[in-house]
């Protein structure tokens, strides 16, 4: 047979190193010494109450916020202070809890915005749309189609994405951040609001491309039984503290998580 | 029973017709596919060569004549091609509905002694694992689109195209198989077993041999003037008889060019881009497509909607006229020209139908006014009775004399007779063979001579046009004698925009009560306009307001029911509307969306029984399974109604 089939999944080596992350807003400390690793074509969620610090923690990540305290390691680079665009030219790419979409562009262009960090053309050359511009269009264009096939969202390629219904919203926004072609993907609760189908629509693709793209995730989730089915491990937050960490049977049987989510007076 | 030999010297099987095909036009595009956003085609010559490997390395597989092979995904070319594939060993393909549950799925498998499966993709591969160890006969699957399939290491699973590559290894050590295997095979041979979904019972295999498809397809083509040059979008169930016929055989035949759209979401874009000749749609799409149009007048500026008025009242009054070819008055046809250039012709390029040169919808009744709406815009659409046991065409409407109430005239070499009983009966060239395994089925439909019962009443009238007017056993009275159809009721409340879907009860009971499923889409809208505010469909179905609005189309229904002599007395009494959508998934519809009333009538007995008693509610508990089988309960509690009910007009006649 041509496809190898019997490909186990290989999670490798670590890919991204969070070191004693601090970060304090005023008097309000939403990370408090956090650590922890993401291996290659892992993917990890991080869950815990409303408030724990799992947004921020992914802000750091990203570049959008820069800790106070603590190292952040990516593929072996550390880095105290980084903008946005560099980690994004680095291999970083996430979706937003409150979909951060171009709401007057289709769902094709908005996918084409993700593509922007790997067209090497010029400004004056793309607004020619010649030659080795319109190559480099077609190339980025077959790239956008293969994401398109891929989340099934054929049907809504040329609408208008603020015209769209949530659900779609949030797979348009993976889409986007797919086009980067990225090494890890932050996914910011890519499932709150959906319906029980949508839910699972989403697991799928959140499976598929860390499956087919090999892409490395972390995740923010609220339903728990979605981080249990998908995740290859979990770290909990809880008030800006790192309380469990470990597979997700692991996690469940934790007391301080069962804690936590059931609600203990804390001291 | 072929009482017809085919033209002696004509292909008489599929491969044969696609060897000729392939010869005769080479070049030209055979099959289309939207993929990665762009319109792929494949010439006659081509899918020639992808079906010979296709087969070949079927072959090596170890397919042979007889074997049954399951056929199942969305409509695509690939899976279009495998079909001729598997015919040209000799074998016969089993197309299945794609969105069958695993227990449907299960019992045409295990029925139909399936050996082989060419299914499209991940989904459809996931429901035959979870069944296949019930399944003895299932030896092997193949899979057309790999995603998703990386980690599947079961030996018995191929992908397509390495199928195909392994034919071509075969093909080449034996370069004389492929054609003697085409050449083995007559037009009496069995061509394609399709399961029937049935409204009763458990579905049963209908069996077609290449003449009654070949044969009816040239008949079809012959009436309709269908050339090479037509373009068809296949986009309805290949499990379906009249996809067989409108997007195999008359292409096989004709030599036409059959497009596939990217999705299923993506239809009505892929209808625009395609623009088809010859289009077929069950009125359900007509439906839904006028609703869509409706809805965007309404929010049109007022010039536009004086505009669209104005012109579709000319269309009303002589449109049809018109496209029947009728004498109509120079200033009506300069209004109808202007018209034209102003509403219809970009209307119809809206809706993708600006080619259609025809248009067929069956399978249910249409409302009298979409079909002359569209009608009246110029769109050559008519209505056929068709069934799967006379591979499609009973009747047609014929060019120049389409009206809305009748079926149309029998179609080329199909003669239709009404029993005393007043069932319609039917013979010609595409009567099936036989239900697979099911002597005594085959027995009671069709007759030693080859007339086959439909089970439909009706009648011709003295133009021989037929008249269809319910399902024969559906027919019954009410406690005190009055006739009651239900199909018949059931239509006249479909008709209404706002109601999707309608069951009667009557039968044997005091009076008429009913079911009702509002059109989320329609009704939604209309709320929305009325700033009322609604959670989906089960919150909207139980508002006042929405009672209110269906209560009127309900009294409707009563004063169209009191002008009939005969049925004046069964007009609804209570009716009720259901807190969910009658769904294929619980078995309240068939998978062409036909109500199965007696499984309706076991599931919903206390509501039953509550609309024939005083209570003004009914608490209800639901079970309703998703497409992969698991199952959840809803629970609401339904208002009753009492219907406005007309006595006019009956007390007129009395005098």
Request: net charge negative; charged share 25%.
């Amino acid at each position: 047979m041509a496809q190898d089939m019997t490909k186990p999944r290989n999670i490798g080596d670590v890919l991204l190193n969070v070191e004693n992350i601090s970060i304090a807003f005023g008097g309000v400390k939403a990370l408090d010494g956090v650590s922890f690793d993401v291996r290659e074509h892992e993917i990890l969620a991080i869950i815990g109450p409303n408030g724990a610090g799992k947004s921020s923690m992914l802000n750091c990540i990203n570049g959008f916020y820069h800790p106070q305290d603590g190292i952040i390691t990516f593929k072996g680079t550390p880095r105290q202070r980084m903008q946005t665009h560099e980690a994004a030219a680095q291999g970083i790419a996430r979706t937003f809890q409150n979909i951060a979409l171009f709401k007057g562009m289709s769902t094709l262009d908005n996918i084409m915005t993700g593509r922007n960090l790997k067209m090497k053309k010029n400004l004056l050359w793309q607004a020619l749309y010649f030659g080795p511009a319109l190559t480099e269009e077609l190339e980025h264009r077959a790239k956008v189609e293969e994401i398109i096939d891929f989340l099934e969202i054929e049907a809504i390629r040329k609408t208008p994405v603020g015209k769209l219904p949530y659900g779609l919203q949030k797979r348009v926004e993976l889409g986007r951040a797919l086009a980067a072609e990225p090494d890890l993907l932050l996914l910011d609760e890519p499932m709150a609001g959906m319906n029980h189908e949508e839910k699972e629509d989403m697991c799928r693709y959140i499976l598929d491309v860390n499956d087919e793209f090999g892409a490395t995730i972390v995740l923010i989730e609220h339903d728990m039984s979605v981080v249990m089915d998908i995740s290859d491990r979990v770290v909990v937050l809880d008030y800006g503290r790192k309380i469990a960490a470990g597979t997700p049977d692991e996690v469940r049987a934790n007391q301080d998580v069962i804690d936590a989510y059931l609600g203990v007076s804390h001291d | 029973m072929s009482d017809r030999v085919p033209d002696s010297g004509r292909p008489d099987t599929f491969p044969k017709l696609l060897r000729e095909n392939a010869r005769v036009r080479a070049d030209k595009p055979a099959s289309r596919e939207k993929d990665y956003g762009i319109w792929l085609s494949w010439t006659w010559g081509q899918v020639g060569g992808e079906i010979r490997a296709l087969a070949c390395g079927l072959a090596d597989l170890g397919i042979g004549r007889g074997d049954k092979v399951a056929i199942c995904g969305d409509n695509r070319p690939h899976l279009y091609w495998s079909m001729t594939a598997v015919q040209a060993l000799g074998a016969v393909p089993v197309p299945v509905y794609q969105d069958s549950v695993s227990d449907e799925m299960r019992y045409i498998y295990d029925h139909a002694e399936i050996k082989f499966a060419i299914v499209e993709n991940q989904e459809q591969v996931d429901k035959l694992l979870e069944i296949k160890d019930t399944l003895p006969h299932l030896e092997h699957i193949i899979y057309r689109f790999p995603r998703g399939m990386r980690n599947y290491d079961q030996p018995f699973l191929d992908l397509y195209t390495d199928i195909q590559d392994r034919g071509r290894a075969f093909d080449a050590a034996n370069p004389d198989f492929y054609e003697a295997a085409v050449d083995r095979a007559t037009g009496s041979d069995i061509a394609i077993m399709l399961y029937t979904s049935g409204t009763t019972g458990r579905p049963k295999g209908v069996m077609l041999s290449f003449d009654n498809l070949i044969i009816t397809g040239r008949n079809g083509a012959i009436r309709e003037n269908l050339t090479e040059d037509e373009d068809m979008l296949a986009y309805l169930p290949m499990a379906w008889i009249g996809d067989n016929i409108f997007s195999v055989a008359q292409s096989y035949v004709t030599g036409f060019c059959v497009s596939c759209p990217e999705s299923s979401d993506t239809v009505l874009q892929d209808l625009r881009e395609i623009g088809p000749t010859y289009f077929f749609a069950p009125p359900r799409i007509y439906e839904s497509l006028l609703t869509t149009v409706m809805i965007r007048i309404e929010d049109a500026a007022k010039f536009k909607q004086f505009l669209f008025r104005y012109f579709m009242a000319v269309a009303g009054r002589v449109g049809i006229d018109i496209l029947d070819g009728k004498t109509v008055a120079v200033a009506e046809r300069v209004r109808y020209w202007f018209g034209n250039l102003l509403i219809y012709a970009p209307l119809k390029n809206v809706l993708g139908l600006s080619k259609v040169r025809v248009g067929y919808t069956a399978g249910e009744a249409i409302g009298p006014d979409i079909f002359t709406f569209y009608r009246s815009l110029g769109l050559n659409l008519k209505q056929m009775y068709a069934s799967t046991e006379a591979s499609v065409f009973i009747t047609i409407h014929p060019d120049g004399d389409v009206r809305p109430e009748t079926s149309g005239t029998p179609a080329i070499d199909v003669e239709v007779k009404v029993e005393d009983d007043g069932e319609v009966m039917f013979r010609g060239p595409g009567v099936f063979q036989a239900y697979f395994k099911d002597e005594a089925a085959t027995h009671g439909t069709k007759t030693d001579d080859g007339w086959v019962h439909t089970g439909d009443a009706g009648y011709l009238d003295s133009e021989g046009h037929l008249h269809i007017i319910d399902r024969a056993k559906d027919v019954g009275k009410l406690n005190d004698g009055t006739l009651f159809a239900p199909k018949f009721i059931e239509n006249k409340l479909k008709f209404f925009p706002h109601i999707k879907e309608a069951v009667a009860f009557g039968n044997d009971r005091g009076y008429v009560a009913a079911f009702i499923n509002i059109d989320l889409e329609s009704v939604g809208n209309w709320a929305e306009r009325r700033n009322m505010a609604y959670m989906g469909y089960t919150d909207l179905a139980g508002l006042d307001a929405v009672y209110d609005l269906i209560s009127d189309c309900v009294a409707q229904v009563n004063r169209d029911l009191a002008a009939d002599e005969k049925l004046h007395g069964s007009q609804i009494r209570r009716f009720l509307i259901l807190h969910k959508e009658l769904d294929a998934d619980d078995g309240e519809l068939t998978r062409t969306r036909k109500v199965r009333r007696s499984a309706i009538a076991d599931k919903y007995t206390d509501l039953i029984n509550a609309l024939y008693s005083d209570t003004d509610h009914c608490a209800v508990e639901a079970e309703v399974t998703f497409e992969d089988g698991r199952t959840d309960i809803i629970n609401a509690d339904l208002k009753i109604r009492e219907a406005v009910r007309i006595a006019g007009i009956q007390a007129e006649a009395a005098e």
